[in-house]
């Protein structure tokens, strides 16, 4: 798969990301630790479906056996369940806002982490449009009035699932459904002990929010495997600015749909985030459509047979661009 393609995944999982508090609000009435258990357990089932359509099953069943599978999956595993459970108590507590902020200062933290830990570089430019955006957070927060643990935690564990996810070995579709099986056998657990007594929400809560439960699985799975599919390809620095598409759509869902406070200070600091948005996109088609140095052949005439040490340098230095 080409980075292009990686691009519209990513982009894909984040407007999904971004309208899921719409989802979840549909099932206030359940608590939001049963909930988040049955987004582990609805989802591993919807995996095992997309791993059999697509051919994937038996390579996913054969890493599954060994246990170097588990030495990078345990760690994103916990990173996941983490954000499942930051991100839907949340939404579900009345804190849309401070769960956007958190996925807006999430792409500063995978920027920073690409940059340290992957060695990844970024021009000039994308550093400034990075200031930008990291004002905008700033100034974010301070109008939020209060610590925003919420926020940060969410950039913390989704930033290190990102950089964890760039180290795994197998596919996109097969190291979701690793963790999701992790994550699995406990939650199952705990749902059974919840039934036994008494206190479980599943099927006790009427037809509408049993499917509601049910359907958590491919809510959960359809984004997340759009966003490990394009990690596969996609430069984390790309991926950490591309991620305000997400806490932007939250936050308009924050302040129109459910009528959480928006101040003018947040207001300023949203409005620094699209303009680091709308920069980034613009220097991200200037590179796209620059056109290419001339080749080795075009610039440097040299015979086939003998090169002057001049030439020999000169050849080296384009080859060290190109």
């Known amino acids: ?79 996941l369940g983490s954000n499942f459970f ?11 806002l401070q769960v956007s902020l958190g996925y807006f200062i999430n792409p500063l933290v995978s920027v920073v982490l690409g940059v340290v830990f992957l060695k990844e570089r970024l021009p000039v430019m994308q550093w400034v449009v990075i200031g930008i955006a990291m004002v905008g957070v700033v100034v974010v927060t301070i109008g939020y009035g209060e610590f925003p643990w919420i926020s940060l935690s969410i950039a913390a564990a989704f930033g290190f699932y990102g950089l964890v996810q760039k ?48 359907g958590c699985g491919l ?11 394009a990690l596969e390809t996609v430069p984390l620095t790309i991926v950490g600015v591309a991620q305000f598409i997400g806490p932007s759509i939250q936050t308009l869902l924050g302040v129109v749909m459910y009528h959480e406070n928006f101040s003018i200070t947040k207001a300023i600091g949203f409005g620094c985030v699209w303009v680091s948005l709308i920069l980034f996109t613009y220097y991200g088609l200037r590179d796209k459509f620059k056109p290419k140095p001339p080749s080795v052949d075009e610039s440097v005439n040299v015979d086939s047979d003998i090169e002057s040490p001049q030439n020999t340098n000169y050849r080296n230095s384009i080859d060290d661009r190109v």
């Open 86 to 96: 930051l991100s839907l108590w949340g939404v579900n507590s009345g804190h849309i």
């Open 167 to 214: 180290k795994a070995p197998l596919t996109g579709l097969q190291g979701v459904s690793i963790e999701l099986m992790l994550l699995s056998i406990p939650c199952i657990i705990i749902l059974i002990i919840l039934d036994v007594q008494g206190t479980g929400a599943f099927g006790h809560s009427g037809a509408k929010l049993n499917w509601l439960m049910v």
């Open 1 to 79: 798969m080409g980075i292009a393609k990686g691009v519209g995944f990513a982009v894909l999982a984040y407007f999904l990301w971004g309208f899921q508090p719409i989802y979840w609000k549909q099932l206030l009435e359940v608590n939001s630790y049963q909930l988040v258990l049955h987004r582990v357990v609805w989802s591993f089932p919807v995996l095992v479906i997309f791993l059999i359509i697509t051919g994937q099953f038996r390579p996913w069943l054969k890493a599954a056996c060994q246990l170097k599978t588990y030495k990078v999956y345990s760690v994103s595993a916990l990173l």
């Open 219 to 229: 809510a959960t799975i359809l984004p997340q495997l759009c966003f490990t599919t």
